[in-house]
């Protein structure tokens, strides 16, 4: 029995480890490559295009985080609905929270967006094993600063939002680095990495930071390389800390998302196309279906291909506008062959980048903005369940829009007598739940539903027609919601169940462990006259994944339910079988939406106002 740190969310599990050594530990001397998944707008070849630098002046540009199509006067932040934080009676901008963007090295906070972070080492963290030892500005790199500026860039004094202002300018933004060596070209893209170089970032960042952003990969279909069990194992054991990453740009072809983003914990993101609609994912942009793996007792790997959704969610991954850094360090630097100074400028900007390195990014920013609302309004701030990174992840998926062609394999069978609507796909392959909406993401944190007193299991009595709850549940035990307005037919009910694989990594011994997963089930049935669960309408059993999602039309109108099940583990390496007991319980947030058509929004009206009046006779 390998000795592991205590496994805890939110203080309601204590300690549980697998039975024998279901995992390995990192060796000290062994090195890594890794890569960051950029595509650049006129060509796959990063050597070959000199990124477009704008003088915002001389654009006459006035606005943030904006494209290279439209003259650089749209607005992508309002695109995706963030401008419902900022214009809140309390502005939700990302206060109150802090985001780290780790990656190979750190972004430039000489340029004019991001110098509002002070240089220091709390918000610039590195092992003296990384790249350039204990200096700071030896790491600063190109791509790190493209994706810092969409995350929190700030506008500076008369300066135009529309071109600098990242998604969530009000966050502490810091940065962490992990490369250990660049490899030449200069701007090659990829990287080394040691044990060092990248433990020390994660340790010190995760627990801290209430988003983390990291737009690099490296190829693990199954998701059960060391590395991606650490980085899992850092958000499991760190529930307040929400992990956002980008999918890859190895798209069209399937099972081709790289780690982290191949990993259960996080939230991995696509890329999307046709600016400045954003309606459709890019050709490039990784996707499933993913091989699903875990580690045995005993270390070996069971592998299943080509069963996993590994796409949560998408943003805009194209023709994107961001800060540029072209000094001689971090991935340009001296050392590298072909290395030249493209200059400092610090109201210098890089035109037309694509990747799915950007949509991450802009992702965590609106993570962001979820995080500081509940840590800043008082309705949630005082509830720590509001804070998890599984209720993020539950509102920001969803809240998305669905994209051009989106299709998570719903379809309507027949299993004996019943007759409803199932997948067991759960999500897109390349698109996950749809675009980023933060406009329905609010609604959903702030304006329905918000949580349900208590973790209890079984009956969990009535809720809101929109909303979001933080729960547990026990093998065997269904939980239940009843929705306690009257819906009528054609309203769209959008629901996603989301929660965390249980993974385990001890810092000071370097030991990781693959420990359970949990198959949940999803389920929205019809109630009775009694308001008892009747009749199935439609349900997300995947298996495989840690997200369930529905989004379909009610066939008519009635009073609804949802219904949270846990028959099984997907596994259990834990002595005696013990996840999901009373005493080991897997924790979940689960969302809804239930939005009339607006032909029928006025009967609905009208007959909640009945139902209400029979009620209360």
Not at 289 to 306: E, L
Request: charged share 10%; net charge negative.
């Amino acid at each position: 029995m390998v000795a592991l740190l205590t496994l805890s969310q939110a203080g309601e599990r204590g300690g549980i480890a697998a039975a024998d050594m279901a995992g390995g530990v990192l060796n000290p001397m062994d090195t890594y490559t890794a890569f960051y998944p950029v595509v650049f707008e006129s060509s796959l070849n990063p050597t070959v295009l000199n990124p477009t630098v704008l003088n915002p002046t001389g654009l006459n540009l006035t606005g943030n985080a904006t494209t290279s199509v439209g003259g650089g006067t749209f607005d992508l932040n309002a695109l995706l609905g963030a401008d419902r934080y900022y214009d809140y009676a309390t502005s939700i901008t990302g206060q109150n929270t802090v985001t780290t963007n780790l990656e190979a090295g750190f972004f430039w906070n000489g340029h004019e967006t991001l110098q509002h972070v002070a240089t220091n080492t709390t918000n610039f963290v590195a092992d003296v094993a990384s790249w350039g030892g204990a200096s700071i500005a030896a790491k600063y790199d190109r791509h790190a600063t493209w994706a810092a500026m969409l995350i929190g860039g700030r506008t500076t004094v008369g300066g135009d939002p529309v071109l600098e202002q990242g998604i969530a300018p009000g966050t502490d933004l810091r940065s962490a680095a992990i490369a250990s060596q660049w490899l030449s070209p200069a701007y090659a893209l990829s990287f080394n990495l040691t044990t060092d170089s990248f433990l020390t970032p994660y340790e010190l960042t995760f627990g801290v930071a209430d988003v983390v952003n990291s737009s690099y990969g490296f190829t693990d279909p199954s998701g059960t390389n060391g590395l991606t069990v650490i980085m899992d194992a850092y958000c499991f054991q760190n529930p307040f800390t929400t992990y956002v990453v980008s999918a890859g740009n190895s798209g069209p072809g399937s099972d081709t998302v790289g780690s982290p983003g191949a990993g259960y914990n996080t939230i991995t993101v696509g890329a999307l196309t046709n600016a400045n609609a954003y309606d459709a994912v890019a050709s490039f942009s990784s996707r499933a279906p993913q091989d699903f793996g875990y580690i045995t007792n005993g270390g070996g790997t069971v592998t299943v291909p080509g069963v996993r959704a590994a796409v949560d969610i998408s943003a805009p991954g194209a023709s994107l506008v961001s800060a540029f850094y072209g000094g001689q360090n971090g991935g340009n630097n001296a050392a590298l062959t072909g290395s030249t100074d493209q200059g400092s400028d610090p109201t210098a900007y890089s035109s037309g980048i694509n990747g799915t390195s950007f949509a991450a990014p802009i992702v965590a920013g609106g993570a962001s903005l979820v995080a500081s609302a509940a840590k800043t309004l008082p309705a949630l701030s005082s509830n720590p369940a509001a804070s998890q990174s599984v209720v993020v992840k539950a509102l920001l998926l969803n809240g998305a829009d669905k994209t051009i062609g989106w299709d998570n394999g719903q379809q309507t069978v027949t299993v004996g007598s019943d007759t409803f609507i199932q997948t067991t796909q759960s999500l897109d392959y390349a698109a996950g739940t749809g675009r980023m909406n933060l406009d329905t993401t609010f609604d959903l944190q702030v304006n329905g539903q918000t949580d349900v007193p208590g973790t209890a299991t079984g009956d969990l009595g009535d809720v809101m027609r929109t909303g979001w709850d933080y729960g547990i549940a026990t093998i065997g035990t269904d939980n239940d919601y009843v929705i306690s307005d009257w819906l009528t037919g054609g309203t769209t009910l959008t629901t996603t169940l989301a929660w965390l694989r249980n993974r385990a990594f001890d810092y000071a011994t370097t030991t990781y462990e693959d420990v359970a997963q949990a198959d949940l089930d999803l389920s929205v049935w019809a109630l009775d006259a009694s308001r008892n669960f009747a009749t199935l309408i439609a349900s997300s059993d995947s298996h495989y994944n840690i997200v369930e999602h529905l989004a379909f039309t009610l066939p008519s109108s009635g009073y609804y339910g949802l219904r949270i099940g846990y028959p099984l583990n997907v596994f259990d390496n834990t002595t005696g079988d013990v996840w999901g007991n009373p005493a080991n319980p897997q924790a979940y947030a689960v969302s809804w939406q239930a939005v009339p058509e607006p032909s029928t929004l006025a009967l609905a009206l009208a007959a909640a106002g009945l139902a209400l009046a029979a009620r209360r006779r």
